[in-house]
């Protein structure tokens, strides 16, 4: 699915990382597919996967947790908390890949929990749609307590 994102940060030291503002969550996202200069304060559409260096795997959780996306410590590393839904996980962001059908196809209407290496990010283009302020505020969860979580 396609978002429309502010660029919070580049980072000076690995130029592939990039922290995002989405839904009015902050994400820090390994930019894969940059095909023009990103600079901060800049609004662009983009998309979103998962990556995981030995192969995403999604398991059934019944935990008390909350949907959401939770970072792990200082770098791209994410504990993924959604609804899979055939080839979408929902977890306030979507994150589409039709590994998860094929794969998971079991999965679908559950919820699930995967932990990943890496949030990538693919930018498109320049954003130029009227409801970027809308989409880049509005939030599907309220304000998660942990400064770390994203629902």
Known sequence: MNYHVRIIEVAQDMEEEVVVEVLGRRLTCFASVCPHAILPGGLYSADFSLWAANGLELRETNEEEDFGLTQLGEGFRYRVVGLLDGAVLDAGIQFEDEAFT???????????????????????????SDDIEYQLTTRKNPQPKNRNHVE
């Not at 999965?107 to 932990?115: F, N, Q, R, S, W």
């Open 102 to 128: 094929a794969e998971y196809g079991f999965l679908t209407k559950h919820k699930v929990v995967t932990e990943v290496d890496r949030i990538q990010i693919a930018f498109v283009g320049p954003a130029n």
